[in-house]
């Protein structure tokens, strides 16, 4: 019985480096388009100055919401492939 620790380490870094990413990476990547979403609006500010609203800011933030959404999405179905697999007879190619 051999220990391969080179692929010991190599899997327990992809994990870490995986759970960074969607641990810290997605909700940074939420806060950013709703940072993005505020400023597109435009409106008046509390010291009575008026910003006029920015479609590109407003569509940036759509965007940045919709990988957000799909990689949550994402995530559901490869955590339910089995299941859906199962019980619906589908099988997806994740």
């Not at 620790?5 to 480096?17: E, Q």
């Not at 590109?56 to 994402?74: G, K, P």
Request: aromatic share 8%.
């Amino acid at each position: 019985m051999d220990i391969d620790l080179t692929s010991i380490a190599t899997s327990t870094l992809s994990v870490i480096v995986v759970g960074i990413l969607l641990g810290a990476g997605l909700p940074l990547l939420f806060s950013l388009g709703i940072v993005l979403q505020d400023r597109g609006a435009g409106g008046e500010h509390a010291d009575g100055s008026i910003t006029a609203p920015n479609p590109a800011a407003r569509y940036a933030s759509w965007a940045i919401f919709a990988v957000v959404a799909l990689v949550v999405l994402y995530g559901l179905l490869f955590i339910t492939k089995g299941s859906i697999s199962h019980y619906l007879g589908i099988e997806l190619p994740l």
